[in-house]
């Protein structure tokens, strides 16, 4: 009897423990599919990740420089491995880049007119706007009080060239308050005729509310009514024949994302 008991016991516990092992293996089958949601965030994280690699050339207009320049550095960070190459100029004259090859993935212009004239793009998105302000020298020593002043010739003025938003936005100004400028110069992107006033070489400038921003304590800012006749809207696009299509895209929905646009209401650019 005691045999039979024992044996019946150790049949017993052999079965129990076969029992418990199949739970157990049954148990860790589960385990990935309970888990799932952590254990593939990494591996999805990586994979959005994986598509953008290599350069995004990105041509942006010059009023652009400072905002751009940071978003770059801030897309690379979330991009590791990944490098902006910014081209800031005219948007006239990047425009006439892209139509004339240039390897770009992504255009920001200062108004959709210049964007119009790039035949390779994809649908463009109005992300920032941007006014006019007039720009003086620290100190103001030219007196300068408001727009009629850009009309005396013994003044030092310095306007954007017609073909640049800033230059167009500024004839719509002028237009508004029946003036007609006297300009000693005609500069072809926004940054030139800023330079000249914060160098002193003129008594004022026509340039945008973030430029006067950016120069902080080189130039004076001076705001006037009229400006509100010449709004510059802000459209970005990829480029249709991008060589990074991935990273030109990605780029645009930073711009695009809370992230973005905080940079840019920063900088005093206005929500589109």
């Keep these: 009897m005691f045999r039979r008991t024992s044996s019946t016991r150790r049949v017993l516990a052999a079965s129990l423990t076969a029992v418990v092992a199949l739970g157990l293996a049954a148990c860790g089958d589960d385990t990935p599919a309970d888990s799932s949601p952590s254990a ?29 320049t940071q978003l770059g550095k801030d897309f690379e960070a979330a991009h590791p491995g990944v490098k902006v190459v910014f081209n800031f100029a005219g948007s006239s004259a990047l425009a006439t880049q892209i139509n004339q090859g240039a390897p770009a993935d992504v255009f920001a212009s200062a108004a959709p007119k210049n964007m119009d004239q790039v035949t390779d793009k994809g649908t463009p998105t109005t992300f920032v706007k941007n006014v006019l302000e007039i720009a003086v020298p620290k100190g103001n020593p030219g007196k300068i009080t408001g727009l009629k002043d850009f009309t005396d010739k013994f003044r030092k003025i310095a306007l954007c060239a017609e073909q640049v938003p800033c230059g167009a936005a500024a ?19 926004v940054k030139a005729a800023l ?54 895209k990605a780029f645009v929905d930073f711009v695009l994302s809370a992230d973005g646009k905080k940079v840019l209401s920063e900088a005093g650019f206005d929500a589109a």
């Design 40 to 68: 593939s965030s990494p591996s999805a994280g990586a994979s959005s990740t994986a598509t953008v690699s290599g350069t995004v050339n990105v041509f942006a207009a010059a009023s652009l420089t400072g905002t751009f």
């Design 171 to 189: 004839q719509k100004v002028f237009a508004a308050a029946k003036l007609t400028p006297q300009p000693d110069s005609l500069e072809q992107d």
């Design 195 to 248: 330079t000249k006033v914060s160098l002193g070489e003129v008594d004022a400038a026509l340039v945008y509310k973030t430029d006067v921003l950016a120069a902080k304590d080189k130039v004076e800012g001076i705001a006037f009514p009229e400006s509100a006749q010449a709004v510059n809207d802000y459209p970005i696009a990829t480029l249709t024949k991008a060589p990074n299509a991935d990273g030109a």
